[in-house]
């Protein structure tokens, strides 16, 4: 093969000399988990592939966008060279032909070569390829021959992909994601992944099969885009958690200790598994549970880190982000948690109130197990679909056909899973979702 893939990074490029091997050796790792098969060599702060065959080629140049740690990465060829002049015959045999009609800069870097510097490679490649019918723009061009010399050999190039940069992923250690699959849960995954950082998730589960289902889909494409995984996927049934703190705590209070809850169970998880961190989506300020003093009261009492890469992101932020990586229109499907509260919620509560009312329910909470789930996508149903809004009709499942595919909604989507956990065992064909999810997807679920 002469294929040559050379891959660039820039931040592990500023470790010292003693760790930087440590992280060059996670980022080929991870490259490795790509499929593909190659060798390695070296060449100052790049790292270059020789694939072993065309298709672990493309399985490179496909994945490598989507490695964490690679800041760029281009298919080379290396050229061995005795003098300045030797080196512009090897780089005009190589464009001469491409080059004719088309606007084109030359950029150079040198490293340890003796008699010339940059400056005078860009001169006279420069010149060289416009006597064979190029033009040069430094600004505005169509080509850019990149030409990295070392001492008698040089690597060049003129297509650079970029990749996503940061730290590779287990570079960092290891930390717990509190996932809820909606829009902002996988965009924390994804920031803490970008550095360094490998996750396991945690699922808590509101909704029913139904809710876990969605959340994993959400899972599944953000590993499928982005992770070298898969990565354990956790779950805690929530339910008990929930009548618990309806039945026993203050309403002020109750959107504050479910959060509370999820944060114990995290932390439970984290010190078992000797994890370095939790991970959660929250953004100062987005909703009641996320002012600074309800966040600290929350977080009172457990000795865990708790990270929240999304802090200072406002929602649009994070839902451009969700759509640049690729979880968007999958996490526009998964209902938001439900609302337990009854009427306003304290926004400024005191780490002894918080503790008061958790302490209610912190014996359901120690008793809820996590467990690791492996689950099959679903198969599409090619039954008759009928949509039922239970916020505007209830159900009477006696009056129901098993023939037909019936699509459940409501606001949150919550409710929506839990009828539809019920019908199933009872023998019916049907999925839940909240009501903007199927405004999302009116081709797959038409009104009848």
Not at 4 to 10: K, T
Not at 267 to 273: D, I
Not at 354 to 368: C, D, I, L, M, R
Not at 431 to 436: A, C, E, H
């Amino acid at each position: 093969m002469d294929e040559r893939i050379l891959v660039a990074y820039s931040e592990i490029g500023t470790k010292g000399k003693s760790t930087r091997p440590k992280f060059e050796r996670c980022l080929i790792n991870n490259i490795k988990a790509t499929g593909a098969k190659f060798k390695v060599s070296r060449s100052g702060g790049h790292i270059i592939l020789i694939p072993d065959s065309p298709k672990d080629v493309e399985v490179l140049k496909e994945r490598l966008s989507r490695v964490f740690g690679v800041e760029y990465y281009a298919l080379i060829k290396q050229v061995a060279y005795s003098d300045l002049e030797d080196l512009a015959d090897a780089v005009v045999k190589m464009y001469c032909d491409q080059i004719k009609g088309k606007v084109f800069r030359v950029t150079a870097r040198t490293h340890e070569t003796p008699g010339f510097g940059s400056m005078d490679v860009m001169r006279v490649v420069g010149a060289r390829l416009v006597a064979c019918g190029g033009k040069v723009n430094l600004k505005k061009y169509d080509m850019d021959v990149n030409i990295n010399v070392r001492r008698n050999s040089a690597i060049v190039f003129d297509n650079m992909y970029r990749g996503p940069g940061g730290l590779p992923i287990g570079s960092e250690g290891n930390v717990l994601v509190l996932f809820s699959g909606g829009i902002d849960s996988p965009v924390a995954a994804w920031m803490s992944m970008r550095r360094g950082c490998r996750p396991l998730f945690l699922f808590v589960n509101l909704g029913g099969k139904d809710s876990l289902e969605r959340a994993r889909a959400v899972y599944n494409k953000l590993c499928e885009l982005w992770g070298n995984g898969p990565f354990e996927f956790l779950v805690a049934d929530g339910t008990k958690i929930v009548q618990e703190i309806k039945a026993c705590v203050s309403p002020a209070f109750r959107q504050i200790v479910l959060k509370k809850s999820f944060y114990t169970l995290a932390g439970r998880v984290c010190r078992e598994r000797k994890l370095d961190a939790v991970v959660t989506g929250e953004s100062i300020g987005q909703v009641s549970t996320q002012t600074l003093k309800n966040m600290w009261g929350i977080q009172h009492g457990l000795d865990v880190l708790f990270i929240r890469p999304l802090a200072g992101m406002d929602k649009q932020e994070i839902i451009k982000t969700a759509q640049k990586i690729g979880t968007y229109d999958v996490s526009i499907g998964v209902g938001e948690l439900c609302n337990i509260s009854k009427g306003s919620v304290k926004l400024s509560a005191k780490p002894w109130e918080v503790e008061k009312e958790f302490s209610k329910v912190s014996g359901v909470v120690n008793e809820t197990d996590v467990t690791r789930v492996t689950l099959e996508p679903a198969t599409p149903s090619q039954k008759e679909k009928k949509i039922i809004d239970l916020d505007k009709e209830s159900i009477n499942p006696a009056m129901l056909d098993k023939n037909k595919f019936y699509v459940i909604v409501c606001k949150d989507g919550v409710r929506a899973s839990l009828e539809c956990d019920v019908l199933r065992g009872l023998g019916y064909d049907c999925t839940g979702m909240k009501r903007s999810a199927l405004t999302k997807n009116k081709e797959n679920y038409p009104s009848k």
